[in-house]
């Protein structure tokens, strides 16, 4: 077939999901909305972040929900120059997993620098948080290199 | 369920129940020779079948492929516009984005002559009459408005002849048609 004749066509495939988020997840993100992080205690005392309702390895209820630090360490990172349209994230930025302080596991966030030479494995960062919060993942703006949150 | 244990700053407060996660995707669809040769025809209000070059089933809309047997498919047939029901759903719940008045009837139209049918929706035929087995013609858009495009039928209603028996209907007539060793 000759390219020039070849069919094409735009597609958009869009799903306007709203989902349910049971007692565990619902306390999490009623506490994005109050500005604190919440974990959940596994029977070994170690905790998850974000909390699950049941345990990844025993699968065993978990009920003892916790509140864990506002900073953590960078314990991996990418870095995103060019985010998508769907990105919540409008200028280059670092992906990263953060382990929260009192967490024992680490969770994909931004790390919101100006570019990757200010990114490294191990730095300090804390939570940057949007004004108007209402319960959402994106109650967290990204994360900053913890000096500069508190200067 | 287990009880679970929140810390005390947000014991009290109207606890989060839902989230908004809405997933969107835009990608540009290249339709393959098949579903090319398919929608060129299509915009000529013709229906193209294709014929398996194992066993001569006709399997629309063609998509290059017998499936069964990864057999290329390069010859084509002209299909009739009317068929009958294989089977068909009753929708009474409405979902976002899709605008048509409920209750509506999506069904798995089996073309004359076809072994293998495609969804579509049925009209003029309200839900409490529509019939496994029950003939139906195609309702086209004005010629004006016909395109390459798999709007250009715009629903399936009922031709009025009498039902094809339930046991020749849909994949069902699989037994009846052919050899009764079809996996399709």
Redesign the interface.
């Known amino acids: ?1 000759n390219p020039e004749e ?16 049971g ?5 999490f ?6 500005k ?1 992080i ?1 974990g959940i205690k596994r029977d070994d005392g170690t905790v998850l972040v974000p909390p699950t309702e049941y345990d990844p390895v025993t699968s065993k ?1 978990l ?5 864990v630090g506002q900073t953590g360490e960078v314990t991996t990172w990418t870095w995103v120059e060019n985010p998508r ?2 990105s919540p994230w409008d200028s280059p930025h670092a992906l990263a997993m953060i382990l929260l302080d009192g967490s024992d596991t680490p969770f994909l966030h931004a790390v919101l620098v100006e570019e990757p030479d200010h990114m490294k494995t191990g730095m300090r960062v804390s939570i940057k948080w949007k004004k108007e919060t209402e ?3 994106q109650d967290i703006e990204g994360f900053v290199p913890e000096k500069e949150n508190h200067a | ?7 005390s ?2 014991k009290d ?19 393959g ?1 098949a579903a ?1 040769t398919y ?2 025809e299509f915009a000529n209000k013709k229906i193209l079948g294709a014929v398996s070059p194992v066993d001569g089933a006709v399997l629309v809309p063609p998509r290059g492929a017998d499936p069964r047997y990864g057999a290329l498919c390069d010859e084509f047939v002209e299909m009739p516009h009317t068929g009958h029901i294989g089977s068909f759903c009753v929708t009474n719940v409405p979902i ?2 899709r605008e048509l008045e409920l209750p509506y009837i999506s069904a798995w139209i089996f073309l004359d002559g076809a072994d293998i049918g495609f969804l579509n929706l049925v009209a003029e035929c309200p839900p409490e009459e529509c019939r496994i087995g029950m003939r139906v013609e195609a309702v086209w858009k004005p010629d004006d408005e016909i395109g ?1 495009t798999a709007e250009n039928i715009l629903y399936w209603r009922p031709t009025g002849e009498p039902d094809l028996p339930f046991d020749e209907a849909g994949v069902r007539g699989w037994h009846v048609r052919g050899d009764g060793e079809s996996d399709a």
């Open positions: 077939m070849r069919l094409s066509a735009p597609i958009v495939l869009e799903y306007p999901f709203t989902r349910t988020t007692p565990v997840i619902g306390a993100m009623t506490g994005l909305r109050e604190i919440l209820a009920t003892e929900m916790v509140e349209d769907q319960g959402h993942i | 369920m287990p009880e679970i244990n929140v810390p700053s947000i407060l109207e606890q989060v129940q839902s989230v908004r996660t809405p997933i969107r995707m835009e990608y540009t669809f290249t339709p020779v090319q929608l060129r976002p984005g390459m």
